[in-house]
């Protein structure tokens, strides 16, 4: 995202806050510790609490595993010597480091040349204002192809579009975010969650005598196709109706914040959109003709790797599904993507002159990511500590068992399980981590009165989407907190979970609405894939 703005003055932070239960949730969020700290306490408290549930014994059988999964406690000498001797390796090895750190480097290096500014403005000139936060959605939605990396690439993206349409920039962050979170179960395309989902559910019921219909790629293509287009409207509704105008009444800055840093040279173009004329100048777009035709001969080449027949991008069956070196070099690729064409611009315009520029611009970048790495630290050992504790399978567990236990059949059950989902996906953001432990429980359950596995694993893909956008558990929550706070410094987590929940319950009832659509017509939810066992 630009950087540059009207500086501190503008909107005023303490003005830009929300009325009524939201603007509740907002004061009471906010009045929480500034997140380094919130998350250093969090971990106190996992090793208090996991030292006293050890001390008790907590303990659950995990279903299809062998033996009993304990609780351990954060601070017995186990835990401190894992606390000291990997503290390092839990900052270094926190996952989403290597996604945010790496990509936003390519990033900074498109804005900082201005080729970022220059491809929305020629983009969206001329494109109707109203139907950006549709398009917002659909590309969102659509965007889980892309892995972890579309929390990164579309919320700013998203900004950068609505304000270059003189609209409110933090709604297309807000709405971008949303998007990707509430898509990433679900797309137009079929991604590679969509194979490990169905291996994890194969793998449950493998060994049953009666295990239903075998679970593909393609199992939930129907209801996923649905789901992604009523999403991608319901995103544009919300940022319509609901989250831009109360952004506008709130007065909410509209212009990032800008630290007075002294000029860094000719290669560090303005990009403040508030200042750049909106018309593209003859050197804008012959710079970005040279970055599409770089990105059109990155892909070839890539395309050209890939498809070779002994490709090493390839898995060792010669596929790609469900896991491949391709598929898991979605950051690369994603860096390739904006650092190759943003290059090719820079020299184009001048925006590059010496190959010094590269690493300089790219430094600027990485002074824009210091907040988070620092708060990566703490929250890179709360993460570490809690899977460590085994404290969320334990959870997890003994959430399962008390659904299965309620004497709830039928519908109902249905809904518990995805409200059941939800609530875990606050503390397990990790789907496919969450559906083993689910998936062990609940498939064979509703198996038995009839349910296929591939309508359980549909269930669970609505549960898992909706939550996990308004938890402070999930790392990339905490990233969208450091793109909100360029606008208002003073924001917290309040700010972000307050401006996010008018989307997670309209997600949630469109996401309920749709399977019970599905339940009770009992359409196909994929190629030879139905609701009930024999259909």
Avoid: C, K
Avoid at 184 to 195: G, I, P
């Amino acid at each position: 995202m630009a950087r540059g703005g009207r500086g501190r003055g503008s909107g005023g932070a303490t003005s830009a806050g929300v009325g009524g239960v939201l603007g509740w949730i907002e004061r009471v969020g906010n009045r929480l510790p500034e997140p380094f700290v919130f998350f250093a306490l969090l971990t106190l408290l996992v090793g208090v609490v996991s030292t006293v549930l050890a001390a008790f014994g907590a303990a659950v059988v995990v279903p299809g595993e062998d033996g009993v999964t304990e609780v351990r406690g954060g601070f017995s000498a186990e835990g401190i010597r894992f606390l000291f001797t990997e503290m390092p390796a839990n900052f270094i090895g926190f996952p989403p480091m290597e996604t945010v750190v790496t990509i936003m480097l390519a990033v900074g290096l498109a804005e900082r040349t201005g080729m970022l500014t220059a491809l929305v403005r020629i983009a969206f000139a001329r494109a109707p204002r109203g139907l950006l936060p549709y398009a917002v959605g659909l590309v969102g939605v659509s965007g889980s192809v892309m892995s972890d990396s579309v929390f990164i690439v579309v919320p700013p993206l998203a900004a950068m579009v609505f304000r270059a349409a003189g609209r409110h920039p933090v709604a297309g962050l807000l709405g971008g975010f949303a998007a990707a979170g509430a898509g990433y179960s679900t797309s137009v395309l079929v991604t590679s969650l969509d194979a490990l989902f169905a291996g994890i559910t194969n793998s449950v019921v493998s060994s049953l005598a009666q295990p239903g219909t075998e679970v593909t790629a393609l199992s939930n293509y129907y209801v996923n196709v649905v789901s992604a287009v009523v999403l991608s409207l319901l995103v544009g509704v919300v940022i319509t109706r609901v989250v831009e105008p109360g952004l506008e009444r709130s007065g909410f800055p509209r212009s990032p914040v800008v630290e007075d840093d002294p000029p860094t040279g000719p290669a560090d173009p303005p990009v403040d959109l508030d200042q750049v004329s909106p018309t593209v100048t003859a050197a804008e777009r012959r710079g970005l003709a040279a970055a599409g035709l770089a990105l059109l001969t990155l892909v070839v080449m890539l395309g050209a790797l890939a498809l070779w027949p002994s490709s090493p991008l390839r898995a060792e069956d010669g596929g790609y599904l469900p896991s491949s070196p391709l598929l898991s070099s979605v950051t690369t690729l994603t860096f390739l993507a904006f650092a190759v064409p943003a290059i090719a611009y820079g020299a184009t315009t001048g925006a590059i002159r010496t190959s010094a520029d590269v690493p300089r611009l790219v430094g600027l970048a990485v002074r824009d990511l210091s907040g988070f790495i620092v708060l990566a630290f703490a929250l890179g050992q709360f993460v570490a500590l809690f899977g460590w504790t085994n404290i969320g399978t334990w959870l997890a567990v003994r959430g399962a068992e008390f659904l299965r236990g309620s004497g709830l059949e039928g519908y109902p059950a249905l809904v518990g399980f995805v409200l059941l989902a939800s609530v875990l996906n606050l503390l397990i953001i990790s789907g496919s981590s969450l559906w083993t432990l689910l998936a062990s429980v609940f498939v064979p359950m509703f198996l038995l009165v009839g349910f296929e596995p591939g309508f359980t694993q549909a269930l669970f893909r609505a549960g898992d989407s909706v939550t996990q956008v308004i938890t402070p558990m999930n790392p990339y929550v905490i990233v969208l907190l450091t793109f909100v706070r360029r606008y208002q410094p003073t924001a917290g987590l309040g700010t972000v979970i307050a401006r996010m929940l008018p989307f997670v319950v309209p997600f949630w009832v469109a996401w309920l609405g749709i399977l019970t659509l599905f339940y009770v017509a009992e359409l196909p939810l994929g190629p030879g894939m139905g609701v009930l066992v024999g259909e």
